[in-house]
């Protein structure tokens, strides 16, 4: 059963390469955090999910982007990631990318709209 479009946020919380805004959810039976921020005007999201190894990115709760704020970039090992797509983009995640998440921003909210596989917490 598909829980529906799930509010994240206003869209004015995030700032155009700005600090993300951060949630947790259900993907393959385990709780794991997500983010949405936005970049080039649109907003995106991403499991909290290093392709190089399971673990969370950001720097401080929030910060992904590198210092240029060009790229989502691991606070671990330094994997560099295309916050448009979340493809790779340099260091040791080579051919991997981020899971995306399906987001849109209407109405002045940022909203998430769950596929298979992907809960929101208080559904499960
Ligand atoms: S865990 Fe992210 S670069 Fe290694």
Not at 24 to 39: N, P, Y
Not at 44 to 58: F, G, K, Q, S, T
Not at 86 to 108: F, M, N, S, T, W
Request: proline share 6%; hydrophobic share 40%; charged share 20%.
């Amino acid at each position: 059963m598909n829980p529906g479009p799930i509010d994240l946020c206003a869209a004015e919380d995030l700032s155009e390469h700005g600090r993300a805004y951060t949630f947790d959810l259900m993907w393959q039976g385990e709780c794991v955090s997500a983010f949405a921020l936005r970049f080039k005007g649109r907003v995106v999201a991403y499991l909290n999910r290093c392709a190089h190894m399971p673990a969370e990115m950001d720097w401080n709760p929030g910060e992904f982007l590198d210092a240029d704020r060009s790229f989502i970039l691991c606070s671990i090992h330094g994997a560099s990631y295309d916050p448009r797509n979340g493809q790779c983009a340099g260091g040791p995640c080579g051919r991997g990318a981020l899971v995306a998440l399906a987001v849109k921003e209407e109405g002045g909210r940022v909203t998430w709209y769950p596929s298979a596989g992907f809960e929101p917490l208080s559904f499960t």
